[in-house]
Structures are given as structure tokens and as C-alpha cells.
């Protein structure tokens, strides 16, 4: 299978930066998406990189680079609200569609 | 406001009990997806469907799971018979094929089950 790894938790203080790294198997890869899941709730859509670099989506911001298998979701100015699992997802090509593989999450809880 | 219905959202059953979960995709959406999360596991892929036709259930126990779609509203995933080891929260997602990779995959609330 693609193995998805990212850590299993982090912690964070309010209104800091925080990076959540995550590496993925490249055979078969398409491109890689980031999820956020708050406890208790269906997972949501985040970004979707496909492209080397960075792609900026107001606090939340994806990198990848497919040369290394690599990716990070990077939070600036972190608000309590943040506190969730992020889950990183590669997509790849199987049975005639695109399918997503996703790691275990990185569970985030923001601290005051 | 789209968005994907499952129901139900909560189901406790006793072992060896047939458990029938259903999934309502957003309308014009041509792809269903069945996955199940545990805190061991996290969430994996049992199924998933395009157009109605299901393209991969290798992620799923055969012997006692079964996935189909009746029409384009309405996916169902069985347990029969349903073991302790099934419990687990069990995700739909449904999103538009259209090709390239890019397919969002937008998720329903969940069914928890318990079984005992």
C-alpha cells in the first residue's frame, strides 16, 4: 500500500506558527491533500497541491515537493479553534479513478 | 446548502446482527466513497463507487461486508453478521470525477457503531 506518515500529535500556543510535516510513498502519486477534522466530526476539505511549492490559502498554507514525497500544511496565527486532526491524504491512480490514501492524522491542540 | 447525508448517525447492535448503513451523495456527484476510522487504524478506504459502478472493494471483508448502490441518491454498506471488531465510525464521501486528480472528497457526518 502507499504508507502515509505524519506525527501522531502536536501542541501549540495561541497565536503561534505550527508546521505539520508529512511524507508519502511517490510510486503511482498524483497529488497530495490536507484535511481537517474536528473531534467527533466528518473530516473537511483543507488544500490539494499537485505542483512543487507553496500554495497559500489565507492562515493555512500546503507545500510540496513531489521530488522528496513531501509535504507540510503550515498554520499561522493560531486560534483555539484550530485544535483538530489534520489528516494528510496522496492521491493515486488505481481501478480506473483516483483514490485517496490518507495517514493517521496529526492531532493539534492549541494552547492558550 | 449540499452536502452528504448519512444515516444513521448512531447504531448500537448486538453481535451477529445485520446493520444496514446509508449514504446520500451530494446531487450530481459521480463518485461515493465508504471508509471506516478507528484511533488503530485510522481512516481506510473500504469502497467506492463511480457512476454507480463500484471500482474497488479490496479494502473490505468480503465475507461479511457488501456495498452497492441502488441508484445515484443512495449508497448502503451491510454488516452481516456484525462483529465487536466492526465497531468503528463509518464515513461516506462523495466528489466529482472529472478526470484529473484533483477529485474533493466531501465527507458526511459519520455512522458510529457499536457493537456488543
Known amino acids: 500500500g502507499q504508507n502515509i506518515d505524519q506525527p501522531t500529535e502536536m501542541t501549540a500556543t495561541e497565536g503561534a506558527i505550527v508546521q505539520i510535516n508529512c511524507t508519502y510513498q511517490?510510486?503511482?502519486?498524483?497529488?497530495l491533500f490536507w484535511y481537517q477534522q474536528h473531534a467527533g466530526e466528518a473530516p473537511t476539505f483543507l488544500s490539494y497541491n499537485v505542483l512543487d511549492g507553496l500554495e497559500e490559502k489565507g492562515r493555512f498554507s500546503s507545500f510540496l515537493s513531489r521530488s522528496k514525497g513531501y509535504s507540510y500544511l503550515l498554520l499561522k496565527e493560531l486560534q483555539m479553534k484550530d485544535s483538530a486532526s489534520y489528516l494528510c491524504a496522496g492521491s493515486y491512480s488505481g481501478a480506473g479513478s483516483y483514490q485517496l490514501t490518507f495517514g493517521k492524522g496529526t492531532k493539534l491542540s492549541v494552547i492558550p | 446548502d449540499a452536502r452528504v447525508t448519512q444515516t444513521p448517525r448512531h447504531k448500537v447492535t448486538e453481535m451477529g446482527q445485520e446493520v444496514t448503513m446509508r449514504c446520500q451523495p451530494i446531487l450530481g456527484h459521480n463518485t461515493v466513497f465508504w471508509y471506516r476510522q478507528t484511533m488503530m487504524q485510522g481512516l481506510e478506504l473500504l469502497a467506492y463507487?463511480?457512476?454507480?459502478?463500484?471500482?474497488?472493494d479490496s479494502g473490505m471483508p468480503k465475507d461479511r461486508f457488501s456495498a452497492e448502490m441502488p441508484d445515484a441518491t443512495l449508497a448502503t454498506l451491510k454488516i452481516q453478521p456484525s462483529e465487536p471488531r466492526d465497531s468503528a465510525v463509518y464515513f461516506c464521501?462523495?466528489?466529482?470525477?472529472?478526470?484529473?486528480?484533483?477529485?474533493?472528497?466531501?465527507f458526511g457526518a459519520g455512522t458510529r457503531l457499536s457493537v456488543l
Open positions: 463507487f463511480r457512476n454507480r459502478a463500484p471500482l474497488d
Open positions: 511517490t510510486s503511482g502519486f498524483n497529488g
Open positions: 464521501a462523495s466528489g466529482l470525477s472529472t478526470g484529473v486528480a484533483k477529485n474533493i472528497q466531501y
